[in-house]
Nanobody, 123 residues
């Protein structure tokens, strides 16, 4: 059974950093593009970042570009999101998702999601 488990969230002050991890089980991530998606309270899901199978291509939402870095370790079946210079507007539940369809000009489609990890940015 395919499963994604996120971790690494928490409470951090503005300007701080966090590193999220997403461990996959039931499948090997090296065959899939992977994404991070977030959802803030009272808002819809917002795509954050996508990485291709080998890690050579990454894409970011304008709101996080230059501050967040997506990476992957296929040997560990794990995807990461390094978040620096965090802002209060980054507060959200962050989900890891397996990409089922990637089109460069629009948001990917997903077939599996994790349960999410909460990130709260507040002083």
């Amino acid at each position: 059974q395919e499963q994604l488990v996120e971790s690494g969230g928490g409470l951090v002050q503005p300007g701080g950093s966090l590193r999220l991890s997403c461990v996959a089980s039931g499948f090997t991530i090296n065959s899939y593009y992977m994404s991070w998606v977030r959802q803030a309270p009272g808002k819809g899901p917002e795509w954050v970042s996508t990485i291709n199978t080998g890690g050579s291509m990454t894409r970011y939402a304008d709101s996080v570009k230059g501050r967040f870095t997506i990476s992957r370790d296929n040997a560990k079946n794990t995807v990461y999101l390094q978040m620096n210079s965090l802002k209060p507007e980054d507060t959200a539940l962050y989900y890891c998702a397996r990409v089922s369809k990637f089109i460069a000009t629009t948001e990917p489609e997903y077939d599996y999601w994790g349960q999410g990890t909460q990130v709260t940015v507040s002083s």
